[in-house]
């Protein structure tokens, strides 16, 4: 089971930290990932993080603003989300995957109810 938390209303330039706790045991086996989805629009990819958390990946958009991290001892993904934009606002999903790290949104076998970011000016 997926969980997130964290979402809320921000100003721009502000910050936010998601969280996603899981129940899996085999959480170290598990690569890790953020989806978002903006009011009419599909769900798109945001960051993804390796089960070995050796290799980080990220949209274009987020990168250098966003950062995903894990901690493997509480089964806990994490999205820090620095210097939000009004274009930020969507829910955001926690999912997962065994295996190593992709990007696809049809690559992720296990997803949580999502998290609503609003970033206002």
């Known amino acids: 089971e997926l969980v997130e938390s964290g979402g809320g209303l921000v100003k721009t330039g502000g910050s936010l930290r998601l969280s996603c706790p899981t129940s899996?045991?085999?959480?170290?086996?598990?690569?890790m990932a953020w989806f978002r989805q903006a009011p009419g629009k599909e769900r798109e990819f945001v960051a993804a993080i390796d089960k070995s958390d050796g290799d980080r990946r990220y949209a274009d958009s987020v990168k250098d603003r966003f950062t995903i991290s894990r901690d493997n001892a509480s089964s806990t993904v994490y999205l820090e989300m620095n210097n939000l934009k009004f274009e930020d606002t969507a829910d955001y999903y926690c999912?997962?995957?065994?295996?190593?790290?992709?990007?696809?949104?049809?690559?992720?076998?296990?997803w949580g109810q999502g998290t609503q970011v609003t970033v206002v000016s």
């Open positions: 899996a045991q085999a959480f170290s086996y598990l690569s």
């Open positions: 999912a997962a995957r065994p295996g190593s790290i992709r990007t696809g949104l049809y690559e992720y076998d296990y």
